[in-house]
């Protein structure tokens, strides 16, 4: 009752405008689907500035099928919609996470649509009482498709929560730099482990798991691995793996209707502290447009 307040304004004509271009093309997704499909991707991108082509999420939009792809260069996902309707010219675009966060702050899991135009430039995302634009990513995204493996014979089924647990539990005892976990494949079992040589800490638990081949060992960063597998939303993980150095697939044992969901995961080199006492600190592998295989 007694209070008054003041703040400094600027003029409205200060105000930056939005400059769209006309002609954009547009099509409808309902969004509990967009919302998904923004989630199985978003966790994957890089926060590298001297990158910014994969501080974005890639929509290659076309007719028939939507592809939503993220990458920070150590793993990626990769989300098609299959039965998409879409009438319009093929279009690659970059679309920034800050759109894309306030997006899925801002949808639910509802059947209500969702428009999306974009042109060139620009994407808009139109809501029934909010719209939201973006500048769109103005740069050229890697050639993620030549990264992905399609000779990886070996097949690990492994159930869900229960390879999340172990690796929770086995990574508190990985070294602070690595973040290093291993993984031991025999038949019908994995022991995963971890070891900080320089505190002195190790952690091993074997599982049950459907896998029939020769010994196997291969190492991954645990909590790349994590974010990983806890977007598979079946109860049992099937992952797909070739040697050492060779990225794996992480798949969900079924997929849902009219979509298809892969994530790939680069390797860590092996410690040698596991069979020398030095340790060798190894970066994971990385997947961006510098390491790609002919």
């Known amino acids: 009752e007694r209070g008054e307040y003041r703040i400094v304004g600027d003029p409205g004509d200060d105000f930056p405008l939005m400059l769209m271009e006309e002609n954009m093309s547009s099509f409808e997704i309902q969004q509990k689907i967009a919302q998904q499909m923004i989630d199985k991707c ?68 509802s059947e209500d649509l ?51 647990s172990s690796i929770r539990r086995v990574s508190i005892f990985s070294s602070t730099l690595t973040r290093q976990v291993q993984f031991s494949l025999g038949d019908g079992k994995v022991e995963i482990s971890s070891q900080d040589i320089d505190v002195g800490g190790e952690g091993r638990e074997k599982l049950d798991v459907e896998y029939v081949g020769d010994q196997f060992d291969i190492a991954f960063n645990a909590q790349y691995l994590l974010d990983v597998v806890r977007h598979v939303d079946t109860e049992r993980t099937k992952i797909l793996l070739s040697s ?29 502290y596991y069979e020398a006492e030095s340790p060798v600190e190894e970066e994971p592998a990385s997947t961006d447009e510098t390491s790609y295989p002919s």
Do not use: C, W
């Open 42 to 109: 978003i966790f994957a991108v890089s926060h590298d500035e001297l990158r910014p082509a994969l501080m974005g999420v890639l929509f290659q939009i076309s007719s028939g099928e939507l592809k939503l792809v993220g990458t920070d260069g150590h793993r990626l996902s990769r989300i098609i919609k299959n039965d998409f309707n879409f009438i319009g010219e093929d279009a690659d675009l970059i679309v920034p996470t800050k759109a894309l966060t306030l997006l899925s702050k801002n949808i639910d899991q």
């Open 114 to 164: 969702l428009k999306i135009e974009f042109s060139k430039n620009y994407i808009i995302f139109d809501l029934e009482n909010l719209r939201i634009y973006s500048r769109l990513v103005d740069s050229e995204y890697p050639d993620y498709e030549g990264v992905i493996p399609h000779d990886n014979k070996k097949e690990v089924f492994a159930d869900t929560a229960q390879l999340l």
């Open 244 to 272: 050492p150095i060779t990225a794996a697939i992480i798949l969900p044992v079924e997929q849902n209707e009219g979509e298809d969901l892969l994530m790939l995961l680069m390797p860590v080199r092996l410690n040698e």
